[in-house]
């Protein structure tokens, strides 16, 4: 995951639409997921991320125990 970007999907992997459309992502192949809602060509991510001023929170908080 990119700080303020998409997820990165490394192959081999395939991946699955909300229809079940699946598109296997080659071994060496990366592909790029849009988290912004904003790009043109969902679900891949075109960069616009990058004028839209996404922020995102990409790392897990420290559990807290109790
Ligand atoms: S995360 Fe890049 S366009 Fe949405």
Do not use: Q, W
């Not at 699955?16 to 043109?40: M, N, P, Q």
Request: hydrophobic share 30%; with cysteine.
């Amino acid at each position: 995951m990119e700080p303020n970007g998409p997820y990165i999907v490394h192959g081999p992997a395939v991946i699955v639409d909300a229809d079940g459309h699946e598109r296997e992502v080659a071994l060496g192949h990366t592909v790029k997921l849009c988290r912004c809602g904003h790009s043109a060509t969902k679900p891949f991510c075109d960069e616009t991320h990058r004028t839209v001023d996404f922020v995102s929170r990409p790392r897990f908080e420290p559990e807290v125990r109790r």
